[in-house]
């Protein structure tokens, strides 16, 4: 029996959901010191800098696993499982995308063109927000489920609509620059690469979003 209870009251999994989310945080800075780096064309460590972001995003996919391998069955949780995994899921594409528009920005040496460059950094700068504010939504998501404090779930509820009004910012700033670039670039190789560039930082922010609605279903009366 006591065995059996040890495994209900397993080791609550949002402490593992913190560590994630932090590792995301912590990536938000060194993606937009990245695309600064490759944008400015003189910056010797984008490289550097892109394979720390593969280092979080190696040991952000420990955390996940190690949550989705080491959580019984039985354990009793505050949430719905389906919602807490679809949450984690959300979550860690965050870092998906992050990488990924790294290695987009490295298909291009020559670095972004100058007609767009400002633009195309301004949206960078947007995305970073929503992604700096997961670590925080997690902490009070964790002590609302300790709490039941409709307090507490007040002030969720006002996080998620700051990340949602982030991304429609962010959202904005992605369709404002595709038009920029079909008007201001000639060269079609060019245009794809930059409209694709473009789309996967403006998952980002996306993301983002997604995952602070999955809390939000989580925190649902």
Known sequence: MR????????????EHLQKHADKVKECAKLFKDAAVCHVEEQCTEFDDLTDQVARLESEADSIKRNIRNHLPRGILMPVDKFQFFQYLREQDKVMDAVEESLLWLSLRPKGVPNAVADDFLHLVQSVIPPIERLPELVAMATDFFRSKSEQQRTKIKSLIHDIHQQETEADFLERELKLRVFSEIKDALVVFHMVRLIEIVGNIADHAENASDRMRAMIAR
Do not use: H, R
């Open 3 to 14: 065995l059996l209870l040890n495994s209900l009251f397993y080791k609550n999994p949002f």
